[in-house]
């Protein structure tokens, strides 16, 4: 579905892309890490183009909630009970620079933004250790973080929970559009509608996409889940999914960033629209991608918790997205291993990517550039502590014991000829082939149910009416077009 963002996003303009093109940098993937990347990098005089498969923003970034906050849930203590004190304030000072570059920036581009108290509260008197043991991270790390035993302007009860001021929200694509014409403003330029397929690495590197070959000096995939497999992050990545939905006719506002640190996971933003209206966001019912019997399920639950605490409440849009978790809490930022010196990553940002990929970016832009910067080195050089090596190996024990109940289902039952309206169903087809039927306004598509990034049984969303794989995350149309994640290539067609 199309989020509150999406809906009513500023025009963002696509050049063509030229035959035989070659530039100094080329950015892969036109969110808010590639765009804030690809603007750093032309704005130091390179030649820059951001290649986006699909559409500016399309994917997560104009599907987030967009807090930019250094309160992210209990992200500070999780980071600890991982890694050396330094690690962690490693992380909150790029947090800080992201934030506070990404601030800078909207005031001098006219990009409205609100500033609010963020706050994580213990929904149980089971969560409340888990929310102290943050407030102690935010104050070790030097955040004027503040215990609160209730929160009067919720109207439910709360065990308590830590709050950060002078925090802030925005409007994602507004930030975009800013950042997009910023950036053709110094010669960039965006290419939309193009899938890189390929890199090859060498001086300089050999780019392929769906509709033709570029060439650069550097490659930078801000991709989200990395689309080249040879540096195994899809091993090191949980794909997280979540649900938003947004209400306007809400009397009593909450004003503050609320986000509930145990279960069931909520979080609270308002979003005032230029209209007038001001809409209240809430957000969670998260799980692994493709792993849930019934997304639709997902968005339900935020419905009628909101009926239950907003009676009021006038649904006017929901969405879904989705993140990457890295198994030892600390994004993945810098050079690719096994690309030469000239491809570069940036994933892993956990659901708080507002911060995290403006870091990212001013990161990425200072090494290409021969430059530094001081928070980067410890993030680098942390040791894989035995609990993220256990939760990594476990990663991939769920991964190994999906792909083959996925297999093994779907050798079940043949694949039915036509799903009910608005169903999918994995079957075996002639040949004992995995096969993914599905019917969507009144279309039945049949198209390969094994995943083309590696070889996992899709699931059906019937929430946003796609095949998700669940083992990295890929998700395809019903027709097999790819949609987002690892996967570069289509789901085969059934008449192959
Ligand atoms: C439900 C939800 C709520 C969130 N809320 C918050 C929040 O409140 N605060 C916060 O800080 N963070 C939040 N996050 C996280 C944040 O939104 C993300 O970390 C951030 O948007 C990631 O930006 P990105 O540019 O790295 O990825 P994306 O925005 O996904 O951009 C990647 C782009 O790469 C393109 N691409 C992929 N493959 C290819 C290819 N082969 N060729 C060309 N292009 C390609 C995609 O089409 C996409 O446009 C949330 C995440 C979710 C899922």
Redesign the pocket.
Known sequence: MTSLWLDDAPAIASDPLPAESRYDDVV???????LTTALLLARSGRSVAV????TV?????G??????SLLQGTKVSAIRRHHTHRVAQAYVDGNLEGQQWLLRYCEEHGVPVQRHTAVTYANTAGGVPTVKAELEALRDAGLEAQWHDGFDELPYDTHGGVSLADQAQFDPMDVLAALAADLRAHGGLIHEG???TGVSTGSPCTVTTDVGTVTAQNVVL???MP?LDRSLYFAKLAPMR?Y?VAFEGVSAMPQAMYLSADQPSRSLRTAPRSDGRTLLIV?GSGHGVGRARSPQKHVDQLRQWTAKHFPEARETHWWS???YSPADQIPFVGPMPRGGGHVYV?TG?D???????VAAAIRLSAEMLGGHVSWAGPMRHRVTDPLAALKGVQLNAEVGALMTSGHVGAQLRPAPAAPPEGQGTVGRAEGLRPTAVSTVNGVTCAVSAVCSHLGGIVSWNDAEKSWDCPLHGSRFTPDGAVL?GPA?TPLKPRDD
């Open positions: 892969v993937g036109g969110g808010l890490t590639g290649l986006e498969a699909r923003g399309a994917v997560t970034t599907n987030t909630t967009a807090k930019l193009v899938r890189v801000a991709t989200g689309i979540s938003c957000g997205a989705q993140d940036a940002f659901k708080w990517g507002m911060t995290n990929a987002e570069t």
